[in-house]
C-alpha cells in the first residue's frame, strides 16, 4: 500500500495529524513544507527561522495568513495547544514544545548538531536535509535516536540517499556492487570562492556560499561519504576518481582497471562529471552466468558489467516521504552504520598563524573525502568541525588540515558531539 494511504489509516489511529516542526524555511524547507503539508495525516505546525519574513512566506503557501511570530517557548505552546499554526524567530526551546517530528534544513552543521541531539533526547523524530552534519556525527545521533527510542534520519531527494536505494536494490537481487555514485552538477573548480561565482549564484537566486560549496566539490565529496557510510561499500581513493563519464559508457568507465575502466578494486563509491547528472548509478555484475545473459537480453548492455540508473534526484519534492517512513515504518532512510569515510578540510589558499577558518562553501577550505583509516592515521579534521577555527600554524594551499593545525572552537556543540562520538569505540574501516 502506499504511504498515502497508511498515513490516512495513522491520522485515523491517532485522532489528529502528526505535529511537525521545519527549521529553516530557505529553498529546501520551503519546498520540503509544501509538499509534505499536503500529505495526509502530516501538518506543518512550527516554522522556525531567523527570518521573519521566510517564515509568513512558506505559511502563504500553506494557505496561513498572518500566523503568529513569537520568540517566547510559552505563547509558542499556548498557542500550538490551541492548533493554532506558528512561527518562531528561534530554535533554543524546541525540545520543549508538544511537536512529534522535527526537520532540520537549516542547512549548518553546527545548528543541524544543535536541533538534532536536543531534539532526539526530548523523544521526537528527526529528519535532517543535513548531509554536512551527518558526514560529522551521523553515528553519534543514530546512537541517540536508538538510545531514546525514535527515529534519526537524513531525508530522501539527495544523491547519497537514492543512490543507496539502488544499491539494497542490487544487493537484494545478489549482484556484485562494483561502484555506486552520481554525476557530479556543477563544473569541478577546487578553488572557486563565494567572489568568483558571486555573478552565477545571484543568476541563479543562490547563496554564493552555497554555490561555491557545489563547485569547489565539498558537496560531492560530502554526499560520496555519506553514500560510503551508510552502505559499508568503501571510498575509492582519497579524492576519488572522478572520471569523465556518459549514461552509455558508465559500466565502461567503473569497471576494474583490468577490464578497461578505472577501479582498482569493486565495492567502491565514486562520482562522475559528464551527463550522468542529476543523476545517481550502481555498477553491478553477476557471478550467475544465467543472470548476466538475461540482464543482456533486457537490453542492459552486453556485460559482464551493467549500470543501473535512476536519471534524477528530487531534493525537496521527494525529501517528505522520509517523514512518511519513518512515521509509518518507523524506519531511517539513511543513517551511518559505519565509518567508512571522512570529509578533510583541505585549504584553498595559503593561510597564515591566527586566521579563521569560515567552513563549507567559504574562502579558506574546500571539503575532500578520505578513507576513515587514512583520516585518523594521518590526525585530519573533518570540515564539519573547522568553523571559526583559528590557524595555529601557517601552511601552503592545497594542505589537508590536521587537529594540530588549528585551535577548533570550544563554544561550538558539534565539536563537542564529534569527541563523544571519537570515544565510542566505533570500527574505522581499512
Ligand atoms: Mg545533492
Given at each position: 500500500m502506499a504511504y498515502s494511504e497508511k498515513l490516512k489509516a495513522h491520522r485515523a489511529k491517532l485522532g489528529r495529524d502528526v505535529k511537525i516542526a521545519l527549521v529553516g524555511a530557505g529553498q529546501m524547507g520551503h519546498g520540503f513544507g509544501c509538499q509534505v503539508d499536503r500529505m495526509p495525516g502530516l501538518s506543518v505546525v512550527l516554522v522556525v527561522d531567523i527570518d521573519p519574513a521566510r517564515i509568513t512566506s512558506l505559511y502563504k503557501d500553506l494557505g496561513v495568513d498572518d500566523p503568529l511570530i513569537s520568540s517566547d517557548p510559552a505563547e509558542i505552546t499556548a498557542a500550538l495547544n490551541a492548533g493554532k499554526r506558528v512561527g518562531a524567530t528561534s530554535s533554543s526551546f524546541l525540545a520543549e514544545l508538544p511537536i512529534d517530528f522535527v526537520v532540520e534544513a537549516t542547512g549548518v552543521p553546527e545548528i543541524g548538531a544543535q536541533i538534532s541531539y536536543s531534539c532526539l533526547k526530548a523523544k521526537m523524530d528527526v529528519a535532517v536535509l543535513n548531509v554536512e552534519m551527518d558526514v560529522t556525527i551521523g553515528p553519534l545521533l543514530h546512537k541517540t535516536a536508538v538510545d531514546n527510542g525514535v527515529i534519526y534520519t537524513v531525508c530522501h531527494g539527495d544523491e547519497p540517499i537514492e543512490a543507496k536505494v539502488l544499491v539494497d536494490f542490487a544487493r537484494d537481487l545478489n549482484f556484485e556492487v562494483v561502484a555506486a555514485g552520481k554525476g557530479k552538477n556543477n563544473p569541478f573548480e577546487p578553488l572557486s570562492n563565494p567572489d568568483s561565482v558571486r555573478e552565477r549564484a545571484t543568476a541563479k537566486k543562490m547563496n554564493p556560499k552555497m554555490l561555491c560549496s557545489f563547485t569547489d566539490g565539498s558537496k560531492t565529496m560530502t554526499e560520496m561519504v555519506a553514500l560510503a557510510n551508510t552502505t559499508g561499500l568503501e571510498l575509492s581513493k582519497r579524492g576519488m576518481y572522478g572520471p569523465a563519464a556518459t549514461v552509455k559508457t558508465l559500466q565502461d568507465v567503473f569497471a576494474l582497471q583490468a577490464d578497461g575502466?578505472?577501479?582498482?578494486?569493486?565495492?567502491v563509491v565514486d562520482y562522475c562529471t559528464g551527463d550522468v547528472a542529476p543523476g545517481v548509478f550502481v555498477i553491478v555484475r553477476s557471478d550467475q552466468p544465467y543472470v548476466s545473459h538475461e540482464m543482456s537480453y533486457l537490453s542492459m548492455g552486453p556485460g559482464p558489467y551493467f549500470a543501473l540508473y535512476r536519471p534524477y534526484h528530487l531534493a525537496s519534492v521527494e525529501a517528505p516521504l522520509s517523514v512518511a517512513r519513518a512515521v509509518?515504518?518507523?524506519?531511517?532512510s539513511l543513517y551511518a552504520p559505519h565509518l567508512m569515510a571522512e570529509v578533510v578540510a583541505m585549504t584553498k589558499k595559503d593561510l597564515a598563524v591566527g586566521e579563521k577558518i569560515d567552513g563549507i562553501g567559504g574562502f579558506t577550505v574546500r571539503g575532500y573525502a578520505d578513507k576513515a583509516s587514512d583520516a585518523r592515521k594521518e590526525n585530519l579534521v573533518p570540515i564539519g568541525l573547522v568553523q571559526n577555527a583559528v590557524m595555529k600554524r601557517a601552511v601552503p594551499v592545497g594542505t589537508l588540515l590536521t587537529y594540530d593545525d588549528v585551535e577548533l572552537d570550544e563554544n561550538s556543540l558539534i565539536v563537542k558531539l564529534r569527541r563523544e562520538q571519537d570515544a565510542m569505540g566505533l570500527t574505522y574501516a581499512s
Open positions: 575502466g578505472v577501479l582498482d578494486r569493486a565495492g509509518i515504518d518507523r524506519e531511517s
